[in-house]
T-cell receptor, first 114, second 115 residues
């Protein structure tokens, strides 16, 4: 089954404690990205990756890091989480076609930073 | 300032009637527009898209209209069904040939289809 998986689905942590949210896709997609969803703001792109070892900042990259060492994985790293990073996070992947660049989303990770 | 706006946070429609969800954008350089549907506790799922060179795309009960001069697009659902009740996100894409694509999402509209 084609899918994007994220782990963990729920996480409560404390300020300053480094954490990683994993993302994996099994569709051989070149493009992967991370979003955060906040009330009234919709989905905002944090980072994206065009392919292995190619990453770039989205609209809200501050406080986050990513890596793309393999095509299927795109982990999101919070080196020193802060309460304003409490949010719902989605990973997404897509192939790049001329028909619209449809993205497939993971189920989401709800992060609470105390 | 949001580049993609959905000015109606919520919309209620009777089952069988038409649902019209609206989206406005500010950047005339967007290449594609997409609609996503999101149920609680799930990730968004792709619904329908339209290229900036077209003005209409239809897929079953769903039709997206694009008015480039007004920088406005809309999603029509006919007929509306209770299972359509979800949050709908409008999204726009800027494609950079050499270094990626930038997705911009609106804040979403919650559609409730009443039986």
């Amino acid at each position: 089954e084609a899918q994007v998986t994220q782990n963990p689905r729920y996480l409560i942590t404390v300020t300053g404690k480094k954490l990683t949210v994993t993302c994996s896709q099994n569709m051989n997609h070149e493009y992967m990205s991370w979003y955060r969803q906040d009330p009234g703001l919709g989905l905002r792109q944090i980072y994206y990756s065009m392919n292995v070892e190619v990453t770039d900042k989205g609209d809200v990259p501050e406080g986050y890091k990513v890596s793309r060492k393999e095509k299927r994985n795109f982990p999101l790293i919070l080196e020193s989480p802060s309460p304003n990073q409490t949010s719902l996070y989605f990973c997404a992947s897509s192939t790049l076609t001329r028909f619209g660049h449809e993205q497939f989303f993971g189920p989401g990770t709800r992060l609470t930073v105390l | 300032d949001q580049q993609v706006k959905q000015n109606s946070p919520s919309l209620s429609v009777q089952e069988g009637r038409i649902s019209i969800l609206n989206c406005d954008y500010t950047n005339s350089m967007f290449d594609y527009f997409l609609w996503y549907k999101k149920y609680p506790a799930e990730g968004p799922t792709f619904l329908i898209s339209i290229s900036s060179i077209k003005d209409k795309n239809e897929d079953g009960r769903f039709t997206v209209f694009l008015n480039k001069s007004a920088k406005h697009l809309s999603l029509h659902i006919v007929p509306s069904q209770p299972g359509d009740s979800a949050v709908y996100f409008c999204a726009a894409i800027l494609v950079y040939q050499t270094y990626g694509q930038n997705f911009v999402f609106g804040p979403g509209t919650r559609l409730s289809v009443l039986p």
